[in-house]
């Protein structure tokens, strides 16, 4: 993230377009999808600003942003937290994810430019290079600007607004800590970018469909068999998991 003229938080990603505001409330959604931020962290304005070497002012407008996105809740004593997730409400937004990204990726095929393709190859070789490492923080991080990146690309930021208040409730942060799942997903990531560069949009929305559904699969079945009970009871209906 580009802040005051310098790349912020390591993804080297010019964004200068963006006021200070949208950069500095890019960067900690960033960290709070990726677990840097975890659930119930208090969010400190100045050391923010410290840390990104701006104002105060726009870290204050980023954080509202953020909490009207449900990434933040607030209270006269704490201030700013990062909100918990709502493990029987993620099956619902399961599916709104799949509905709304699904969209964003036939959209950035059939508007992406050789020079996107090159900064979402690079993406997915430093997320691949993290994997293999074994450094899980880095590698969700990356995660994050590999789909924010990709998701730009679409043009459509109606749907990606929307799709970024869906992240916020979505456990991330816990799915992309389960074993070997960074490895498996650079792979997926991998069949992604080749459905992209070859132009097939409908094999690119299978894939992304594909892709949200593992993570999500893996984490019920990482969960203890009390903790599924209210996912299971929250939805009657047969998945499509």
Same mark, same amino acid.
């Given at each position: 993230?580009?802040?005051a003229g310098q790349s912020v938080g390591g993804s080297g990603i010019d964004m200068e377009y963006r006021t200070k505001e949208e950069q500095v409330a890019d960067y900690l959604r960033e960290g709070i999808i990726s677990g840097r931020l975890p659930r119930g962290a208090r969010l400190k304005q100045t050391e923010i600003a410290q840390e990104l070497k701006i104002s105060i002012t726009p870290v204050r407008e980023a954080l509202k942003l953020l909490e009207a996105e449900g990434?933040?809740?607030s209270d006269s004593y704490r201030g700013a937290t990062v909100a918990p997730f709502d493990v029987e409400?993620?099956?619902e937004i399961l599916k709104l994810r799949i509905t709304l990204e699904t969209q964003l990726v036939e959209s950035a095929v059939r508007n992406i430019t050789a020079e996107e393709i090159a !900064?979402?190859?690079e993406l997915a070789r430093q997320f691949e290079e993290a994997a293999l490492a074994n450094d899980s923080t880095a590698a969700r991080g990356i995660n994050y600007r590999f789909h924010r990146r990709m998701y730009d690309f679409a043009r459509l930021p109606k749907t990606l607004h929307f799709v970024q208040v869906l992240w916020a409730q979505y456990p991330f942060d816990v799915?992309?800590?389960i074993g070997g799942r960074a490895l498996r997903a650079a792979r997926e990531h991998s069949e992604l970018l080749k459905n992209v560069i070859e132009g097939d949009a409908?094999?690119?929305m299978?894939?992304?469909r594909q892709h949200i559904e593992t993570g999500w699969t893996e984490l019920r079945n990482s969960m203890p068999a009390k903790a599924e009970d209210p996912v299971k009871s929250k939805s009657s209906e047969? !998945?499509?998991l």
């Open positions: 993230m580009v802040v990434y933040l809740a409400a993620s099956t !900064e979402l190859r799915i992309n800590r409908a094999s690119a299978l894939t992304m047969k !998945e499509t």
